[in-house]
């Protein structure tokens, strides 16, 4: 057990997916993997292991934010052994090239948050990064079923509402989408020599004010889940 998470030595799988809302964690569970087995109900932040085609992978919610999402993936390496991590979730568009509906491979993630300053004493500008052999293999698979996917830098914004900050700056500097937690993922990889990787789906549009709606939220999201499981598999 650990301070978050009731499960035992040897019930979370070397690959964890990480969905920010533990509902998605369960639909994921009960949609995708076979054998499953809920080994968290810690505050609700469910989390399910199971197999996709014969491999054991384990799904954790992980709340929204930063703070919440750190706590989750500490565990989870420092606790459980868990050496592969991949966020599944949500964003929105800031670029007019990323549409809602798409789906995009957070190759960095640029953040208005403290946290990565604070790891370095202030002294420099962390950049934390993806994983490149799951980043290139979630590509691959995603463009060969047909799929847009978009590659680049992210936000990940510490305050989904936050009119002060200038996010259509950013977007001039090629930051493609806003979400609130591939940071503080690639932060904790980088620092454990894990890999990560953070899939998203646009689910609403900055410039556009466009929204997916439910189904198509759901549609987006299982073509996503599934780049995210055949990526486990290699
Ligand atoms: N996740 C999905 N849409 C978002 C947005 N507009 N801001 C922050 N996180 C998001």
Same mark, same amino acid.
């Given at each position: 057990?650990?301070?978050?998470?009731?499960?035992?030595?040897?019930?979370?799988?070397?690959?964890?997916?990480? %969905?920010?809302? %533990?509902? +998605?964690?369960?639909?994921?569970?009960?949609?995708?993997?076979?054998?499953?087995?809920?080994?968290?109900?810690? +505050?609700?932040?469910?989390?399910?292991?199971?197999?996709?085609?014969?491999?054991?992978?384990?799904?954790?919610?992980?709340?929204?934010?930063? %703070?919440?999402? $750190? *706590? &989750?993936?500490?565990?989870?390496?420092?606790?459980?052994?868990?050496?592969?991590?991949? +966020?599944?979730?949500?964003?929105?568009?800031?670029?007019?090239?990323?549409? *809602? /509906?798409?789906?995009?491979? !957070?190759?960095?993630?640029?953040?208005?948050?403290?946290?990565?300053?604070?790891?370095?004493?202030?002294?420099?500008?962390?950049? %934390?990064? =993806?994983?490149?052999?799951?980043?290139?293999? =979630?590509?691959? *698979?995603?463009?060969?079923?047909?799929?847009? *996917?978009?590659?680049?830098?992210?936000?990940?914004?510490? /305050?989904? &509402?936050?009119?002060?900050?200038?996010?259509?700056?950013?977007?001039? &500097?090629?930051?493609?989408?806003?979400?609130?937690? !591939? =940071?503080? @993922? &690639?932060?904790?990889?980088?620092?454990?020599?894990?890999?990560?990787?953070?899939?998203?789906?646009?689910?609403?549009?900055?410039?556009?004010?466009?929204?997916?709606?439910?189904?198509? +939220?759901?549609?987006?999201?299982?073509? $996503?889940?599934?780049?995210?499981?055949?990526?486990? @598999?290699?």
């Amino acid at each position: 057990m650990s301070t978050h998470i009731n499960a035992k030595n040897g019930d979370i799988a070397e690959t964890v997916l990480l %969905p920010g809302d %533990p509902l +998605r964690a369960k639909y994921i569970a009960e949609t995708f993997l076979e054998d499953v087995v809920q080994y968290n109900t810690v +505050r609700n932040a469910f989390g399910y292991t199971g197999t996709y085609k014969g491999k054991k992978i384990s799904v954790q919610g992980t709340g929204m934010g930063i %703070p919440s999402i $750190m *706590i &989750y993936v500490e565990e989870l390496i420092q606790e459980y052994g868990v050496e592969t991590l991949m +966020r599944v979730g949500s964003a929105g568009g800031m670029k007019k090239e990323v549409e *809602i /509906r798409d789906v995009v491979l !957070a190759q960095a993630a640029t953040t208005d948050s403290s946290v990565i300053k604070n790891t370095f004493d202030n002294q420099v500008d962390f950049s %934390p990064i =993806a994983d490149f052999d799951l980043l290139k293999t =979630a590509y691959e *698979i995603g463009s060969k079923k047909g799929m847009k *996917i978009k590659v680049g830098n992210v936000l990940s914004a510490d /305050r989904f &509402y936050n009119k002060e900050l200038d996010k259509m700056k950013l977007a001039d &500097y090629g930051v493609l989408a806003v979400e609130m937690e !591939a =940071a503080g @993922l &690639y932060l904790l990889a980088a620092k454990y020599n894990k890999k990560a990787l953070s899939l998203l789906t646009i689910s609403d549009h900055l410039l556009t004010g466009e929204e997916t709606t439910s189904e198509e +939220r759901e549609k987006t999201f299982d073509d $996503m889940m599934i780049i995210a499981l055949e990526t486990a @598999l290699q």
